[in-house]
């Protein structure tokens, strides 16, 4: 049972998503206390390799309010831990052009750890958001109709 903490609902609007993985996530004790208590918000954050390491970029995560003097900056730069092959794959897939890894939303997993789940995507243009908006709707009408054909 995965205890979600916030959701990157942009992500799933404006990008195609081709592939998910899960990521731990390195913080600081005050800041899983404040992630317990809900305090993240991922919406305009992506993630970025960098010497081999990848790492999470405008991601919000404050500190508790009790943390005292141990408090953090809520808008660092946080190291996301995967295994090596996993950078590796990530790697050759984001030298192709348009491909981005953004974190769709981050959660506590069965054993309390703190984990982001990466998904690598492809930019869809307005034209393709407006399309897929149109094809959600269509779908929902379907329901409604027959939903009331039911009764």
Same mark, same amino acid.
């Given at each position: 049972?995965?205890?979600?903490?916030?959701?990157?609902? /942009?992500?799933?609007?404006?990008?195609?998503? $081709?592939?998910? !993985?899960?990521? %731990?996530?390195?913080?600081? %004790?005050?800041?899983? +206390?404040? !992630?317990?208590?809900?305090?993240?918000?991922?919406?305009?954050?992506?993630?970025?390799?960098?010497?081999?390491?990848? =790492? &999470?970029?405008?991601?919000?995560?404050?500190?508790?309010?009790?943390?005292?003097?141990?408090?953090?900056?809520?808008?660092?730069?946080? /190291?996301?831990? !995967?295994?090596?092959?996993?950078?590796?794959? !990530?790697?050759?897939? &984001?030298?192709?052009?348009?491909?981005?890894?953004?974190?769709? /939303?981050?959660? =506590?997993?069965?054993?309390?750890?703190? +984990?982001?789940?990466?998904?690598?995507?492809?930019?869809?243009?307005?034209?393709?958001?407006?399309?897929?908006? /149109?094809?959600?709707?269509?779908? $929902?009408?379907?329901?409604?109709?027959? +939903?009331?054909?039911?009764?």
């Amino acid at each position: 049972m995965n205890k979600i903490v916030a959701t990157n609902r /942009k992500a799933l609007r404006g990008y195609e998503i $081709l592939e998910t !993985l899960e990521a %731990g996530i390195e913080l600081k %004790g005050s800041e899983v +206390k404040g !992630l317990r208590q809900g305090n993240a918000n991922i919406n305009d954050s992506f993630a970025r390799i960098e010497n081999g390491e990848v =790492f &999470l970029y405008n991601s919000y995560i404050a500190s508790a309010p009790q943390a005292g003097h141990f408090k953090t900056e809520p808008e660092g730069i946080r /190291k996301l831990l !995967l295994h090596r092959r996993q950078i590796d794959k !990530l790697y050759q897939s &984001l030298t192709q052009r348009g491909y981005t890894l953004i974190p769709t /939303k981050i959660y =506590f997993n069965e054993r309390g750890l703190a +984990k982001v789940e990466l998904a690598l995507c492809k930019g869809k243009k307005i034209y393709d958001i407006r399309q897929s908006i /149109k094809e959600k709707e269509a779908q $929902l009408k379907i329901r409604r109709v027959l +939903k009331n054909k039911k009764r």
